[in-house]
Protein backbone atom coordinates (compact mmCIF):
# COMPACT_ATOMS: atom_id res chain seq x y z
CA UNK A 1 0.00 0.00 0.00
CA UNK A 2 1.37 3.36 -0.96
CA UNK A 3 2.20 6.02 1.39
CA UNK A 4 -0.31 8.25 -0.06
CA UNK A 5 -2.96 5.88 0.08
CA UNK A 6 -3.03 4.11 3.81
CA UNK A 7 -6.14 5.02 5.10
CA UNK A 8 -7.44 5.22 9.27
CA UNK A 9 -10.48 5.70 11.75
CA UNK A 10 -9.83 8.42 13.84
CA UNK A 11 -12.20 8.48 17.15
CA UNK A 12 -13.07 11.87 17.47
CA UNK A 13 -14.43 13.39 20.52
CA UNK A 14 -13.94 17.02 19.43
CA UNK A 15 -11.33 17.22 22.87
CA UNK A 16 -7.96 18.29 22.91
CA UNK A 17 -6.62 14.43 23.19
CA UNK A 18 -8.87 13.21 20.23
CA UNK A 19 -8.12 16.47 18.14
CA UNK A 20 -4.60 15.95 18.44
CA UNK A 21 -4.43 12.37 17.35
CA UNK A 22 -6.43 13.48 14.33
CA UNK A 23 -3.89 15.98 13.34
CA UNK A 24 -1.04 13.23 14.20
CA UNK A 25 -2.76 10.74 11.44
CA UNK A 26 -3.36 13.69 9.06
CA UNK A 27 0.25 14.36 9.35
CA UNK A 28 1.62 10.82 9.37
CA UNK A 29 -0.07 10.63 5.58
CA UNK A 30 -3.26 8.95 6.48
CA UNK A 31 -6.35 9.98 5.08
CA UNK A 32 -9.09 9.99 7.56
CA UNK A 33 -12.37 8.36 8.22
CA UNK A 34 -12.95 10.68 11.75
CA UNK A 35 -15.60 9.12 13.77
CA UNK A 36 -17.59 10.87 16.70
CA UNK A 37 -20.92 9.09 19.02
CA UNK A 38 -23.34 11.00 20.05
CA UNK A 39 -24.19 8.37 23.14
CA UNK A 40 -26.06 10.70 25.54
CA UNK A 41 -23.56 12.99 26.81
CA UNK A 42 -24.15 15.49 28.72
CA UNK A 43 -22.79 18.35 26.95
CA UNK A 44 -23.54 18.12 22.80
CA UNK A 45 -20.96 20.74 22.16
CA UNK A 46 -18.08 18.76 21.46
CA UNK A 47 -20.01 17.31 18.50
CA UNK A 48 -19.87 20.53 17.20
CA UNK A 49 -16.28 21.15 17.79
CA UNK A 50 -15.75 17.52 16.11
CA UNK A 51 -17.27 18.65 13.14
CA UNK A 52 -14.97 21.93 13.15
CA UNK A 53 -11.39 19.87 13.83
CA UNK A 54 -12.34 17.28 10.80
CA UNK A 55 -13.00 19.87 8.70
CA UNK A 56 -10.29 21.98 9.86
CA UNK A 57 -7.90 18.91 9.31
CA UNK A 58 -9.72 17.59 6.06
CA UNK A 59 -10.69 14.28 7.27
CA UNK A 60 -12.13 12.39 4.01
CA UNK A 61 -15.12 11.59 5.57
CA UNK A 62 -16.55 12.55 9.54
CA UNK A 63 -19.45 10.24 10.91
CA UNK A 64 -21.49 10.51 13.60
CA UNK A 65 -23.01 7.25 15.13
CA UNK A 66 -25.82 7.37 17.64
CA UNK A 67 -26.84 5.65 20.49
CA UNK A 68 -27.71 6.14 24.33
CA UNK A 69 -25.54 4.93 26.89
CA UNK A 70 -27.37 7.38 29.17
CA UNK A 71 -29.90 3.63 29.18
CA UNK A 72 -27.33 1.90 31.21
CA UNK A 73 -26.48 4.76 33.18
CA UNK A 74 -23.34 5.14 36.42
CA UNK A 75 -21.51 7.72 35.16
CA UNK A 76 -22.23 11.41 35.47
CA UNK A 77 -21.41 12.46 32.12
CA UNK A 78 -24.73 10.57 31.18
CA UNK A 79 -26.85 10.20 34.15
CA UNK A 80 -28.01 13.99 35.19
CA UNK A 81 -29.14 12.52 38.52
CA UNK A 82 -25.05 12.70 39.04
CA UNK A 83 -23.16 15.62 39.20
CA UNK A 84 -19.83 16.71 37.78
CA UNK A 85 -17.21 16.46 40.08
CA UNK A 86 -15.61 20.27 40.84
CA UNK A 87 -12.84 18.44 42.92
CA UNK A 88 -10.40 15.73 41.65
CA UNK A 89 -11.26 12.77 42.68
CA UNK A 90 -9.29 9.65 43.97
CA UNK A 91 -9.68 6.14 42.40
CA UNK A 92 -12.06 5.94 39.09
CA UNK A 93 -14.25 9.22 39.16
CA UNK A 94 -17.77 9.21 38.21
CA UNK A 95 -17.15 10.79 35.00
CA UNK A 96 -15.96 6.96 33.77
CA UNK A 97 -18.57 6.09 31.55
CA UNK A 98 -18.37 2.06 32.20
CA UNK A 99 -17.10 0.24 28.80
CA UNK A 100 -17.00 3.56 26.67
CA UNK A 101 -13.73 2.77 25.10
CA UNK A 102 -14.78 -0.57 24.66
CA UNK A 103 -18.02 0.34 22.90
CA UNK A 104 -16.24 2.92 20.59
CA UNK A 105 -13.40 0.67 19.38
CA UNK A 106 -15.63 -1.90 18.59
CA UNK A 107 -17.52 0.59 16.75
CA UNK A 108 -13.92 1.78 15.15
CA UNK A 109 -13.28 -1.67 14.27
CA UNK A 110 -15.89 -2.12 12.26
CA UNK A 111 -15.80 1.00 10.38
CA UNK A 112 -12.05 0.22 9.68
CA UNK A 113 -13.23 -3.10 8.17
CA UNK A 114 -15.82 -1.31 5.69
CA UNK A 115 -13.04 1.76 4.22
CA UNK A 116 -10.19 -0.80 4.87
CA UNK A 117 -8.22 1.01 6.93
CA UNK A 118 -5.10 -0.38 8.26
CA UNK A 119 -5.32 1.25 11.66
CA UNK A 120 -7.52 2.99 14.05
CA UNK A 121 -5.98 6.05 16.07
CA UNK A 122 -7.52 6.68 19.59
CA UNK A 123 -6.36 9.24 22.35
CA UNK A 124 -6.10 7.14 25.53
CA UNK A 125 -3.23 8.49 27.74
CA UNK A 126 -1.75 6.91 30.63
CA UNK A 127 0.10 9.98 31.98
CA UNK A 128 -1.96 13.44 32.33
CA UNK A 129 -5.35 11.49 32.84
CA UNK A 130 -8.76 10.71 34.97
CA UNK A 131 -7.70 7.63 36.16
CA UNK A 132 -10.06 5.66 33.90
CA UNK A 133 -9.29 1.70 33.02
CA UNK A 134 -9.84 2.05 29.91
CA UNK A 135 -7.42 4.05 28.94
CA UNK A 136 -4.17 1.78 30.38
CA UNK A 137 -1.73 0.26 28.14
CA UNK A 138 -3.00 -3.17 29.14
CA UNK A 139 -6.41 -2.31 28.15
CA UNK A 140 -5.08 -1.29 24.51
CA UNK A 141 -3.37 -4.78 24.48
CA UNK A 142 -6.00 -6.88 24.77
CA UNK A 143 -8.01 -4.84 22.53
CA UNK A 144 -5.43 -5.01 19.69
CA UNK A 145 -5.53 -9.40 20.62
CA UNK A 146 -8.69 -9.33 20.38
CA UNK A 147 -9.63 -7.32 17.01
CA UNK A 148 -7.00 -9.86 15.41
CA UNK A 149 -9.36 -12.92 16.66
CA UNK A 150 -12.39 -10.92 15.95
CA UNK A 151 -12.15 -9.44 12.55
CA UNK A 152 -12.27 -10.85 8.71
CA UNK A 153 -9.23 -8.21 8.33
CA UNK A 154 -7.32 -10.16 11.15
CA UNK A 155 -8.04 -13.63 10.15
CA UNK A 156 -6.71 -12.86 6.56
CA UNK A 157 -3.37 -11.91 8.15
CA UNK A 158 -4.72 -8.08 7.55
CA UNK A 159 -3.95 -6.50 11.20
CA UNK A 160 -6.18 -3.81 11.96
CA UNK A 161 -3.71 -1.60 14.06
CA UNK A 162 -4.91 0.08 17.32
CA UNK A 163 -2.68 3.62 17.77
CA UNK A 164 -1.87 5.35 20.97
CA UNK A 165 0.53 8.17 19.80
CA UNK A 166 -0.34 10.08 22.78
CA UNK A 167 -0.50 7.10 25.17
CA UNK A 168 3.04 8.11 27.33
CA UNK A 169 3.06 11.63 26.46
CA UNK A 170 2.41 14.76 29.19
CA UNK A 171 -1.05 17.29 28.09
CA UNK A 172 1.82 19.80 28.00
CA UNK A 173 3.60 17.61 25.14
CA UNK A 174 0.58 16.57 23.53
CA UNK A 175 -0.39 20.50 22.62
CA UNK A 176 3.44 20.59 21.18
CA UNK A 177 2.80 18.17 18.84
CA UNK A 178 -0.95 19.65 17.81
CA UNK A 179 0.29 22.95 17.54
CA UNK A 180 3.01 21.46 15.55
CA UNK A 181 0.79 19.07 13.19
CA UNK A 182 -1.35 22.53 12.60
CA UNK A 183 -4.25 22.30 15.10
CA UNK A 184 -6.38 24.92 15.89
CA UNK A 185 -6.91 24.19 19.63
CA UNK A 186 -9.81 26.91 19.46
CA UNK A 187 -12.13 24.71 17.57
CA UNK A 188 -11.59 22.13 20.53
CA UNK A 189 -14.27 21.27 23.73
CA UNK A 190 -12.80 19.26 26.24
CA UNK A 191 -15.34 20.10 29.21
CA UNK A 192 -17.27 17.63 30.70
CA UNK A 193 -20.51 20.08 31.13
CA UNK A 194 -19.73 23.07 28.49
CA UNK A 195 -22.62 25.14 27.52
CA UNK A 196 -24.24 25.18 24.35
CA UNK A 197 -21.76 27.45 22.97
CA UNK A 198 -19.26 25.35 23.89
CA UNK A 199 -17.63 27.69 26.66
CA UNK A 200 -16.17 25.33 29.62
CA UNK A 201 -17.11 25.81 32.82
CA UNK A 202 -12.83 25.79 34.39
CA UNK A 203 -13.44 23.95 37.30
CA UNK A 204 -14.35 19.80 35.94
CA UNK A 205 -11.53 17.35 36.20
CA UNK A 206 -10.81 18.03 31.83
CA UNK A 207 -10.95 21.59 32.33
CA UNK A 208 -8.61 21.33 35.11
CA UNK A 209 -5.74 18.90 33.11
CA UNK A 210 -6.65 21.46 29.97
CA UNK A 211 -5.57 24.42 31.71
CA UNK A 212 -2.56 23.26 33.30
CA UNK A 213 -1.51 21.19 30.33
CA UNK A 214 -1.28 25.11 28.37
CA UNK A 215 0.58 26.41 31.14
CA UNK A 216 3.07 24.13 30.97
CA UNK A 217 3.44 23.85 27.70
CA UNK A 218 4.16 27.90 27.31
CA UNK A 219 0.89 28.43 25.11
CA UNK A 220 -2.05 30.93 25.42
CA UNK A 221 -4.78 29.21 26.52
CA UNK A 222 -7.66 29.37 23.76
CA UNK A 223 -10.36 27.95 25.43
CA UNK A 224 -13.80 30.05 25.79
CA UNK A 225 -15.10 29.88 29.33
CA UNK A 226 -18.03 30.45 30.54
CA UNK A 227 -17.14 33.52 33.01
Request: proline residues 3%; glycine residues 8%.
Amino acid sequence: MSEQAKKAVVLLSGGLDSSTVLAIAKQQGYQCYALSFDYGQRSLAELNAASAVAKQLGAVEHKLVRFDMGEIGGSALTDHSISVPEQMEEGVPVTYVPARNTVFLSMALGLAEVVEAEAIFIGVNAVDYSGYPDCRPAFIEAFQAMANLATKAGVEGRQIRIETPLMSLTKAQIIDHGITAGLDYGLTVSCYQADEQGRACRVCDSCRLRAQGFVDAGVEDPTRYQD
